[in-house]
């Protein structure tokens, strides 16, 4: 499989950019067009091979061109990559739906709407997108859920291999290999819908769960309160029998349509004032801001600011990814020393009541922008009950006492300010003890809150990364528990390290990993010394001491390996000479000549004074170099092609022919050669095919000119192959020409312009 890079040329059109995503099968990646001169997505095969990813291509184009809907991304091309499939689409620039997991139902709503009805049109047009989840739907710019990967798509009825999808999303049918029903999705959009509402899919992380046969889902525990009817709707999706859920998926958007209207607000406002960094304009008592019409408070209008700011934080800001916001100047704010005091409104004091009416919607504004109406206390009512006592004393003229009303809210906004690094730390507290708890949704809202209160805080960031990959570490932390329970020790330590890899700060990770290692240490080391005893009894001494160092790995300051290993040496000097001369002759006999010479070595090492085992060294060593000769030339005929190699051959075929004992195996080996050196020296008929324009030159053989096609015989051997054209870039291809096989013709034709 190769290995995809950035900057490579796809189908000689489509130049990879960066990789988008990957799975099990294929992997995703932007890339540019250069022929329309546009981004584009491409899908790539990965490690599970071409055959896979080449039936899933098929399924998504087809699927795509005969939707040819605008919330489904278009295929816009298929084809391969020498042996590799690759499959074009539309670009889209968008955030997965699993991004707003934990938001209230009335936040989501228009983007399950829109989905509802883009697989209604899928089911009417006959198909079954069988794996519905958050990460495969886009929220595009333009606030629109798109439907993608349709790689395990399928015709109604049709009926496939129980693989594929996420099995906690998928239907019990689908995971049984029944046919293709627009029930599948129903289930899956049930699925996803208790995902988005509370924070995981049904029976996380529990893949066992979803194995039994009537799978109901535990009641859903949703991150916000949820209208009953959603309620009921996502039981009823979620039904084992699929005769029980809706009708169709229409019917569902209708539904939810309904469910979203009952859940609109009544009112209220959102703040659409410009932000403001700092408190005291630049100059000190500068002209007031122009407004286009003055401020009408009303009685509730500090309630409604109030819930203006909680939806901004708890609605807007998940939806949208906002610009980072400066932090609001922790300068405290000061009224003015005095004001005049005068019966009737004065110029002066206008203008000066204006300015701190300016400042104060500011500094609101950029405090609603960090979020402070979550975590502010009571300062911030307090700040906007004087902001709305200043307008309207404003309004009546009362320029003196409005002044001052504004100064009591500059008060408490210092107050509000000083208390952002606390809400700050509050919330990065609660999102870790949120990830710790793997409570998701609310670890994100956490990090979120922690991110408009400091968009650049590297805490927050670092734990919304964390909480990316909370629901793969839960999964592996599941695995690894299940693994030790059996007793598994090796895989529970793989998953332990696995989501450690993921989120090194996950403590059970962390905590059940120092508990297994100490067990798969404990499990090994028994094993090890096992082997070790069972070699000394049988008298297989170099397993033995291999067993012992394995040991002494797992334990370094144990006594039993020591003492152990003292045995075994005791025992290989005790050994009895002839016992291992008898071993050697046997070797000999069966020419074993390696295994003949270890022996010999053996006996060496202990007494290098004996006759018969210099004799026998000498005897064996040369022979083991000829068989390792033979063998490998045997092993690797394509070698014979070297004309060098083909005299080392016949060199090594001479020194045999010497031996004066030449056994049933050797002969074998001599008559093998002898046959594989007279296929080398037989030329190979290689056909070559060009565009008669092409000048075609082979290296050590000499030009062929131009031609469309050529036969030649060439020696067995490797050959490099040189096509030349003017305006052309020069081709080069190597030709390997193997003993008794006959290549496929060679194309040699320059194509590339200069």
Known sequence: MPAWSSGQSIAGRYRLERPLAGGSSAEAWSASDTVTATRVLIKLPCAAGPGAAAASFDREYDASRSLDHPDVPRALAHGREGEYPFLVATFVDGRSLADRRGQPFAAVAPLLINLARTLACVHEKGWVHRDLK????????????????????ARMGE???????????????????????????LYSFGALLYELLSGNPPHFPDRAAVELADRRPPRMQPVHPVPERIERLIRQLLEPDPTARPSSMQAVADLLEVAMNDTQPLGGTRSEVSVNANWQAPGGESAPKARTAPLRWKPLAAGALFLAAAFLVFVVL????????PPVSSTPLTAPQSAPVVATASTQAREAALRAQSRYLDAVAALEKRGAGAWSGPELALARASGQEGERLLQSEQYADALAAYSAAAEHITAVEARAPQALQQALSDGAQALAAARVAEATQAYQLALVIDPENAAAKHGLKRVGAADRVQELIVEARRAATASNWAAAVDAYRHALALDDEAAEAREGLAVAERALNEALYGTAMAEALRGLDTRRFAAARAAIDRARSLRPAAPEPKDLAARVNAAIAG????????????????ERWSDALTVYQS????????????????RVAPRVRLDERLRDLIARPERLGSPEIREAARRALTEAGTLAKQGPVLASQVAKVESMLGTAEKPVRVALESDAATQVVIYRVGALGAFTRRE???????????GTRAGFRDVRHELKVRPGELPAALVVRCEDRI
Do not use: C, K, W
């Open 575 to 590: 050994t009895r000479i002839e016992d291992l001369r008898t071993e050697a002759q046997d070797h000999e006999r069966s």
């Open 318 to 325: 998940p939806e949208r990814a906002p610009a980072p916001v």
């Open 159 to 185: 009926r496939q291999a129980p693989h594929g999808g996420s099995p906690f999303t998928r239907s019990p049918q689908q995971a049984a290999g029944m046919p293709a029903a627009a029930a599948d999705d």
């Open 712 to 722: 030649i015989e060439l020696p067995p051997g490797t050959y490099t192959v040189l």
């Open 603 to 618: 006996i060496l090492e202990r007494n290098s004074t004996l006759l018969f085992a210099r004799e026998g060294l000498d």
């Open 134 to 153: 958050t990460g495969n739907v886009l929220v595009s710019g333009d606030r629109r859920a798109l439907l993608t990967d349709f790689g395990l798509a």
